[in-house]
């Protein structure tokens, strides 16, 4: 099977152009400021896209790591994340991530989770949600040059619904950044996303810490079959279901090797598109204060 250097991307829905694989980066935090040399390894060897939010506590890191790249601001794609607590307060929150990053503008500016958080005393607002944080996120969008685009993580369908039905909605999210791999295809999301022209990323494309998804028998098959990495299946998996992709690796030769794909054959694109009818649905991400179920 042939590999390539994968440096395609999509449209999204207002025009900009985003790298189909983008390197992920939470957890690439503590000893030795790894994110800082993974961006920087990223960089220097094809990618152009970084994933980062302001919870994951490396901005300033991965700006520095942008800067020891060498590559220019302009060709790449920096997305950092609106945390929980500051949804009332995110023009703040949106200077501070740019302040750590030393960018002027990011590329893509999600909602991380359609929670918010008062800081306070721990529990939702009862006069505030995600909506209210589209809205401000819509004005920032709209009235500065800080954000190329915005959009929304971990949205199920009826959220995503009830965002786009409210009168004062007027930019369709560019991106729903979700939990996506074999094992959780999230079929009706992906056909609703699709009609709506909102771009899916898939995160956890390994199946999170320690990429487990490597020791499922059907992608370790297929990965033998077609003579690659268990790795360049999943991430190929999802480039072929046009999502964008986000592997995080903080190991150099990984971060190397995830931004290589091939094009699957049909019958094991097909194995893996069905694989969570056999081996049951399996969410990594699933934190008690979300509820996927509305
Ligand atoms: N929006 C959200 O709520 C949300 C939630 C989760 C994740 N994300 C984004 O999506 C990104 C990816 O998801 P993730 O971090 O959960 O997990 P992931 O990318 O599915 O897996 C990361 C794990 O796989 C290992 N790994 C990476 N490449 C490998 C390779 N080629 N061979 C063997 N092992 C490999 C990494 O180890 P090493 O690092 O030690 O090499 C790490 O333990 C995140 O970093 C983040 O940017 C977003």
Redesign the pocket.
Known sequence: MVLQDNKDTITLNNGTKIPVI???????TGEGEPARNATKVALQNGYRHI???AI?GNETEVGQGIKDSGVKREEIFVTT?LWNGDHKISAEALDASLKKLDLDYVDLY?I??PVSTNNATGKDFEDWDYVDTYKQLQKLYKETKKIKAIGV??FTKKKLERLLSDPEVDVVPAVN???A?PLLPQPELYDYLKEKNIVIES?????????P??KNETVAAIAKKNNV???HVLISWAVQRNTVV??????DA??I??LKTFKLPEEDFEALNNLSKTDGVKR??NPPWNNFDD
């Open positions: 983008g390197l992920g980066t939470w957890q690439s994933d980062t939010a994951y994340k999600l991380h989770w993580s971990n950044q979700i939990e791999h995160y956890s494309p390994l199946g999170s810490t320690d990429a998804l490597f990495e268990p790795g986000l592997p995080k690796s903080v190991t990984r971060i090797s995830n990594w991400a």
